[in-house]
């Protein structure tokens, strides 16, 4: 049995599978499963690999990570963020909208979900658009496109997910012996390199925002910044600003792990929003329960056959046999970060961003390892590059949330939102280009 022959049985059942209309999950592990067949290998290295998979220490962060971020909706703390980036919109030509993109990031830093936080801040911020006079169409492509913040800024469900990828990987040696040993892939060192490249992506919306708004003629309030707005908005906001601080603080402090932020987020958040805020009710709480069930229950079980199929990948050696066709084409670094991020927008488009993290990590990881690459910042571009997917057809979830919320046709919404993903997109390019965009913060804090 040759490496083509499993290729073909792996991807070729796995396209075929996704072009019939099988969900993701399905496809993933049916393709598993004929590959093990074919090779005559026992079926049940499927469930034990599977099984496995779940076994991770940091995994345990994601269901509480979704839960914190469904009670931080229901507490109310995503409405004061809201409420706080919205009062410094003041008289700056596209102020409100590019609140909207402080708002994303603000919720980005508690949430760790694209789709969670164009819901979040979408709820609030298109209405409040509208009612400025915006285009509905354009306030919700503004939406759509900040929304994918939520998985950059961390803490970030997708950077918890590259990490447990990464790290069951091995360097391979010629690697070592050419480049040096390469820095340690840590979940909160992901987590502190992610803040810089989600700034640089803010800032190139907030720029494409107010160029955009210019030529539509959507202005600012009349009278000006209110200090007393502000400072209103800061004071009934400070125990919202207060939970990434929390969260982030700890983990960076080394107070806790990441997985123990996120059981640490949870009872903060119950801790506000019962005896602070006193919003949280027992309605919410079974909901938020019945949210984090549903969503990592989902997520799961594309973690169970994603994990296979990436096995069988390292197992036939494909990763490496894909890392030397790309180093043939060409060994200039910035040809082969263009070929990468073109490759990962594509992908994007089409797949689920946690299922393209398991599957594409052992094939393209071994790739920026010949090229002297380190892993975290590798992973970062990895998270921003399929962040913009969020954004684009036919997936783009984001799109279908604030399409929904809108009442917009979703055809007008992805037009508008094309430019966002344009300037995103030059905006990874330059993060992949300048690694010290990346690895700054780490060196800084000793990572």
């Given amino acids: 049995m040759t490496e083509t022959s499993i290729i073909m049985v792996l991807f070729g059942s796995f396209l075929v599978l996704l072009v019939i209309g099988a969900p993701i999950t399905v496809s993933l592990g049916v393709a598993a499963l004929a590959s093990i067949l074919y090779l005559d290998q026992n079926?049940?290295?499927?469930?034990?690999?599977?099984?496995?998979?779940?076994?991770?220490?940091?995994?345990?962060?994601?269901?509480?990570?979704?839960?914190?971020?469904?009670?931080?909706?229901?507490?109310g703390i995503s409405k004061r963020l809201v409420a706080l980036a919205e009062s410094f919109a003041g008289p700056v030509t596209g102020g409100i909208s590019a609140a909207t993109v402080l708002a994303c990031m603000f919720f980005g830093a508690i949430s760790g979900s694209g789709p969670a936080t164009t819901a979040a801040v979408g709820m609030l911020m298109i209405p409040a658009m509208v009612r400025r006079g915006y285009d509905k169409?354009?306030?919700?492509?503004?939406?759509?496109?900040?929304?994918?913040?939520?998985?950059?800024?961390?803490?970030?469900?997708?950077?918890?997910?590259?990490?447990?990828?990464?790290?069951?990987m091995t360097v391979p040696v010629e690697a070592?012996?050419?480049?040096?040993?390469?820095?340690?892939?840590?979940?909160?060192?992901?987590?502190?390199?992610?803040?810089l490249p989600g700034m640089v992506i803010?800032?190139?919306?907030?720029?494409?925002?107010?160029?955009?708004c210019k030529r539509a003629g959507y202005m600012g309030t009349s009278e000006g910044w209110s200090l007393a707005q502000i400072g209103n908005a800061f004071r009934s906001g400070f125990w919202s600003i207060m939970a990434p601080l929390v969260i982030l603080g700890g983990i960076y402090s080394g107070f806790f792990t990441p997985t123990e932020s996120a059981i640490v987020a949870i009872f903060y958040t119950l801790f506000v929003g019962v005896f602070i805020h006193k919003e949280l009710k027992w309605e919410d709480l079974s909901r938020s329960l019945e949210t984090t069930t549903w969503?990592?229950?989902?997520?799961?079980?594309?973690?169970?056959t994603a994990t296979v199929f990436g096995r069988i990948l390292v197992e036939n050696q494909i990763p490496s046999m894909v890392a030397e066709q790309m180093l043939s084409l060409t060994q200039n670094l910035y040809l082969i970060w263009l070929l990468i991020i073109g490759f990962l927008l594509f992908v994007g488009m089409f797949m689920e961003t946690l299922a393209a993290i398991m599957i594409l990590t052992p094939?393209?990881?071994?790739?920026?390892?010949?090229?002297?690459?380190?892993?975290v910042h590798f992973g970062i571009v990895m998270v921003c590059s399929l962040s913009i997917g969020f954004s684009t057809p036919p997936l783009g979830e984001n799109l279908f949330v604030a399409s929904g919320i809108s009442d917009t046709p979703l055809e007008e919404v992805t037009a508008k939102a094309l430019p966002f993903a344009l300037i995103s997109?030059?905006?990874?390019?330059?993060?992949?280009?300048?690694?010290?965009?990346?690895?700054?913060?780490?060196k800084l804090f000793g990572y």
Avoid at 202 to 207: A, F, N, P
């Fill in 137 to 168: 169409g354009y306030a919700s492509a503004i939406t759509a496109s900040s929304g994918g913040l939520g998985i950059v800024i961390p803490p970030s469900i997708p950077m918890v997910i590259f990490g447990i990828s990464a790290l069951g």
């Fill in 425 to 442: 997109t030059l905006a990874v390019i330059v993060i992949a280009f300048v690694p010290q965009i990346t690895l700054l913060l780490p």
């Fill in 363 to 375: 094939v393209l990881l071994p790739v920026t390892y010949n090229l002297g690459i380190d892993p």
């Fill in 295 to 304: 969503l990592s229950g989902r997520v799961l079980l594309i973690l169970f």
């Fill in 176 to 195: 070592i012996a050419q480049h040096g040993d390469f820095q340690s892939v840590s979940i909160p060192k992901l987590f502190i390199a992610g803040v």
């Fill in 43 to 75: 079926p049940i290295k499927l469930v034990q690999i599977a099984f496995n998979s779940v076994g991770s220490f940091p995994l345990m962060a994601l269901p509480a990570f979704i839960l914190a971020g469904a009670l931080m909706e229901a507490a």
């Fill in 202 to 212: 803010s800032v190139s919306l907030i720029i494409m925002n107010y160029v955009r």
